[in-house]
Structures are given as C-alpha cells and as structure tokens.
C-alpha cells in the first residue's frame, strides 16, 4: 500500500492570513483528491487532479498536482473561521481504492 | 439526491456484544468502502466491495470484523464480539467506476465499546 503523509499536522492561524498544506509521497498515484471534513460529519470532495503539474483553483482555495504525480499542495488565500476543519489528501490507486492521508487539522481564529 | 446512509449514528455498547452496523450507498454506485477513523490511525480503509463483490478486505483488523454486501443498495459491518479498541467512528461510502475515483461519505456511525 502507498503512503501518503501530509504537513503540518495542525496548523492554528488568524483570519485573513494564508497557509499551504502539503501532501507527500514516493509512490506516483493516478489521481490525487483533497477532502475536508468537519466534526461529526464525513470528508467531502474538494478537488480531484489527475494531470502532473496541474493546478486547480477553487474560490480562494488553490490545489496543485506534482509533475511526478506524487505530490500536491493545497494553499488557501485569506483564510476564514468557515476554512476550520480536517483537510485530508487521498490517493488514487488500483480500481476506485482511494489511500488517505492522516490530515492537517486547521483552525482559523477570527 | 440521497447521500450514503448510515445507521446507527451514534453506538455504545459493552464489551463482548455484537455491533452491526448498516449502509445504503448511494443510487447506481457500483462500488462500497468501509473506512474506520481515529485520532491515533486515522482514516482506514477495512474493505471495499465492487458490484457486490468484496474485492480487497487487507484492512479488515481480525476475524471479529466481518461485512457484507448481498444487494447493490445495503451493505452491513459486523464486529463479535466487541472490545474497547473498536471504539471509533466507522463510514461507509460509496462511489461508481468511471466516477474518476470520487467516493462518497457517509455520516458515520460512532462506536462506543465500554
């Protein structure tokens, strides 16, 4: 099974600043998706890339894909108290198996 | 459109009980996960059934943990007997191939074993 591992763990800001979560790993993964989830519910789809050096941009959320597709970035521009959650990065691998990372915890203070 | 459909939301139960725990994937999705979460491990994956079928069931922790899938609308996760270290939060999620691996969560199901 391919690892994933995801930076920083927590991550505690003030609203209005910016911050970059970052998801590794040395194995190439077809497709890359980011979740976020929130206490006492389940991930929910931000993203999905699939292209190497793809970048997507979701409001003031931007997602890039590695070249190698074997890592990828998650910054979020302005942060908001809405942004707190659970961000996890997940993995495509052989048929729909999604590998998941163990998440960055972020926390926007107003 | 219904999401995945997990019931209970919320379980305690003392050690040594049978939990079952129960999903309805969402309509025309051909594949179902079972995912435990917790602080120390994060989101695991137990199983995943495609058309029914389980496919990979490497992340089922011991025999205790069973789960079946004997129509394309309701799946079941079964732990016998329960012990403390099963306490988590377990989702069920569904997605559909072609669906460029986009899975679907569940709510989850809150597992106390006291």
């Known amino acids: 099974t391919q690892l994933l591992e995801q930076s920083p763990q927590f991550l505690s800001i003030q609203e209005g600043e910016n911050l970059t979560v970052y998801c590794n790993s040395s194995s190439v993964f077809s497709s890359l998706q980011w979740y976020r989830q929130e206490p006492g519910e389940g991930p929910v789809l931000l993203v999905t890339v699939v292209t190497g050096g793809e970048v997507k941009k979701l409001k003031r959320l931007t997602f890039q894909f590695g070249d190698a597709r074997k890592d990828s970035s998650l910054h979020i521009t302005a942060a908001q108290p809405g942004d707190t959650g659970l961000y996890l990065c997940a993995g495509g691998e052989y048929g729909n198996k999604l590998v998941f990372g163990a998440g960055t915890i972020l926390r926007v203070k107003s | 459109d219904a999401g995945v459909i997990q019931s209970p939301r919320h379980e305690v139960t003392e050690m040594g009980q049978e939990v079952t725990l129960r999903c309805k994937p969402i309509?025309?999705?051909?594949?179902l996960f079972w995912y435990r979460q917790t602080m120390m491990r994060g989101l695991e994956l137990l199983i995943y059934?495609?058309?029914?079928?389980?496919?990979?069931d490497s992340g089922m922790p011991e025999d205790r943990f069973s789960a079946k899938m004997p129509n394309a609308s309701f799946s079941t996760l079964k732990i016998q007997p329960s012990e403390p270290r099963d306490s988590a939060v377990y989702f069920c999620?569904?997605?559909?191939?072609?669906?460029?691996?986009?899975?679907?969560f569940g709510e989850g199901s809150w597992l106390t074993v006291v």
């Open positions: 059934f495609n058309n029914n079928v389980p496919i990979d």
């Open positions: 999620a569904s997605s559909s191939t072609g669906g460029g691996n986009t899975i679907y």
């Open positions: 309509s025309g999705h051909n594949s």
